[in-house]
């Protein structure tokens, strides 16, 4: 064999027009999978590598001033909201019952003005990298029929809210819908105007004191105290330490990893806890389990933000796994009103990516043909304007939705077991392979 045929062979980084032409075969496919592990360097040289990234991210993170919507000189105005105790969220529940009271006592009626959610009513900023919700209202009057439940309903929920914030409790939002069932008649009901109430007081969900049920999980080089009580992360086992769901009784985190591992799905989560990942490579590993809820992207601002580490991504090479990165990005279009609480703008797509597929030659048994669902998804998010700014996930979706080929990050098993930890997470953080 030429050298130049030798070399062609172990360069992982070949055009995929090339191993495109001829299906990748089992064996074949295997035997590449150990050429790439002999192309490992040794991990204190990864080790430096990453400690050059995590150094360059504290530095940029210290010196550069956070900038807010205050700061642009934006052509139409936007509606945030902020973190509120309880009695300021008592005080203005108290005043908007108190207005509604007035006008009722006047004949008129009463009716809410909430603030509109609709995809219509939401920008995307480049210079803050994420969804925001413009200022734009809609009345929602007792006295009309099309509107007198949602009236109802937001009434009550605020008649909730107001009792579970003088008892200083939280509750779940499942919780919530129970207390009147025959009202609400459906949860996404319940949680609509919960969302709808955060955005009229102007406060963020968590100062509501509902929350979601525990989903996420974390595992790795992180201590923290949870309502007081010191937790290891390191000592949590392959299913890890759940995320609680009200953050605000998180405090004192603590930790020497060097970045943070932000992961899809809770198979793989559960490969790199058990194989100790982040005891070879200083690390925080956390998922959501699919798509993220609110506390796990809370938690995961948080470790951004007071750690001052970089964030790497790895999900499924989908359509749905870049949507769900893109939820812990720029935002989700359901709570633009609190993207600047609930983003991490500049996390790194690290993988599984489209182009993967044949740079590891990841044999064709292991991938799944796209359907047209996926087709249209893959192609709305090409229309995206976070998507189309970053010219690295353009090619990544186009060359997906040409080859019409998806894979989970599981297809890396077919390689072994542990390649994901061994070879695959390895090589990609020796090349600095990330978008």
């Given at each position: 064999?030429?050298d130049q045929k030798?070399?062609r062979k172990?360069?992982?980084?070949?055009?995929?027009?090339?191993?495109?032409?001829?299906?990748p075969r089992a064996s074949s496919?295997?035997?590449y999978a150990q050429d790439?592990?002999k192309?490992?360097?040794?991990d204190a040289?990864?080790?430096?590598?990453?400690?050059?990234?995590?150094?360059?991210?504290?530095a940029?993170?210290s010196s550069?001033?956070p900038v807010?919507?205050?700061?642009?000189?934006l052509?139409?105005?936007?509606?945030?909201v902020?973190?509120?105790?309880s009695?300021a969220?008592?005080?203005s529940?108290?005043?908007?019952?108190?207005?509604?009271?007035?006008s009722?006592?006047?004949g008129?009626?009463f009716?809410?003005?909430?603030?509109s959610r609709?995809?219509?009513?939401?920008?995307?900023?480049?210079e803050?990298?994420?969804?925001?919700l413009?200022?734009k209202?809609?009345?929602r009057?007792?006295a009309?029929?099309?509107?007198?439940?949602?009236?109802?309903?937001?009434?009550?929920?605020?008649?909730?809210?107001?009792?579970v914030?003088l008892?200083?409790?939280h509750?779940?939002?499942?919780?919530?819908?129970?207390?009147?069932?025959?009202l609400?008649?459906?949860?996404?009901?319940s949680?609509?105007v919960l969302d709808?109430?955060?955005?009229?007081?102007?406060?963020?969900?968590?100062?509501?004191?509902?929350?979601?049920?525990e989903k996420?999980?974390v595992?790795g080089?992180?201590?923290f105290?949870d309502?007081?009580d010191r937790?290891?992360?390191?000592r949590?086992?392959?299913?890890?330490?759940?995320?609680?769901?009200?953050?605000?009784?998180v405090?004192?985190?603590?930790?020497d990893?060097?970045?943070v591992?932000?992961?899809e799905?809770?198979?793989a989560?559960?490969?790199?806890?058990?194989?100790?990942?982040?005891?070879?490579f200083?690390?925080?590993i956390?998922?959501?389990?699919?798509?993220?809820d609110?506390?796990?992207?809370?938690?995961?601002?948080r470790l951004?933000v007071?750690?001052k580490?970089p964030v790497?991504?790895?999900?499924?090479?989908?359509?749905?796994?870049?949507?769900?990165?893109?939820?812990?990005?720029c935002?989700?279009?359901?709570?633009?009103?609190?993207?600047?609480n609930l983003?991490?703008?500049d996390?790194?797509?690290l993988?599984?990516?489209?182009?993967d597929?044949d740079?590891?030659?990841?044999?064709?048994?292991?991938?799944?043909?796209m359907t047209?669902?996926?087709?249209k998804a893959?192609?709305?998010?090409?229309?995206?304007d976070?998507v189309?700014?970053?010219?690295g996930?353009?090619?990544?979706?186009?060359?997906m939705?040409?080859?019409r080929q998806?894979?989970?990050?599981?297809?890396?098993?077919?390689?072994g077991?542990?390649?994901l930890?061994e070879?695959?997470?390895p090589l990609k953080?020796?090349q600095r392979?990330w978008?």
């Amino acid at each position: 064999m030429s050298d130049q045929k030798r070399r062609r062979k172990l360069d992982p980084s070949a055009s995929s027009s090339a191993s495109t032409s001829k299906k990748p075969r089992a064996s074949s496919s295997s035997n590449y999978a150990q050429d790439l592990r002999k192309q490992l360097k040794p991990d204190a040289d990864i080790l430096s590598s990453l400690r050059r990234l995590s150094a360059a991210t504290s530095a940029a993170a210290s010196s550069q001033k956070p900038v807010s919507i205050s700061d642009l000189d934006l052509s139409s105005s936007c509606r945030e909201v902020t973190d509120l105790d309880s009695f300021a969220v008592v005080h203005s529940i108290e005043r908007l019952i108190l207005s509604v009271a007035r006008s009722i006592l006047s004949g008129q009626g009463f009716s809410f003005d909430v603030p509109s959610r609709a995809s219509s009513n939401q920008l995307y900023v480049p210079e803050l990298d994420r969804i925001v919700l413009l200022d734009k209202s809609s009345s929602r009057p007792f006295a009309n029929l099309s509107t007198v439940r949602k009236a109802t309903i937001t009434a009550r929920v605020l008649s909730l809210i107001h009792a579970v914030l003088l008892r200083q409790i939280h509750v779940t939002k499942r919780d919530l819908f129970y207390t009147d069932v025959k009202l609400f008649g459906d949860q996404n009901q319940s949680d609509a105007v919960l969302d709808d109430v955060s955005c009229m007081l102007g406060c963020t969900r968590s100062s509501l004191h509902v929350v979601a049920s525990e989903k996420g999980v974390v595992v790795g080089r992180l201590v923290f105290l949870d309502d007081g009580d010191r937790i290891d992360c390191t000592r949590m086992g392959i299913g890890g330490k759940a995320i609680p769901p009200n953050i605000d009784r998180v405090s004192g985190l603590e930790s020497d990893a060097l970045f943070v591992l932000l992961v899809e799905k809770d198979a793989a989560f559960m490969r790199l806890a058990e194989d100790r990942f982040y005891n070879r490579f200083p690390c925080i590993i956390l998922t959501a389990k699919g798509q993220p809820d609110v506390a796990t992207r809370l938690f995961l601002r948080r470790l951004k933000v007071e750690l001052k580490l970089p964030v790497l991504a790895l999900v499924d090479s989908d359509p749905y796994g870049l949507k769900i990165l893109s939820v812990y990005m720029c935002g989700s279009k359901n709570m633009s009103y609190d993207s600047a609480n609930l983003t991490c703008p500049d996390i790194k797509w690290l993988g599984v990516r489209p182009s993967d597929l044949d740079k590891y030659r990841v044999p064709e048994q292991c991938r799944l043909p796209m359907t047209e669902q996926d087709v249209k998804a893959g192609k709305d998010l090409l229309e995206e304007d976070f998507v189309k700014r970053n010219e690295g996930w353009v090619k990544e979706l186009e060359m997906m939705i040409k080859t019409r080929q998806k894979a989970e990050i599981q297809a890396l098993s077919s390689f072994g077991f542990q390649y994901l930890t061994e070879v695959y997470l390895p090589l990609k953080l020796q090349q600095r392979d990330w978008l």
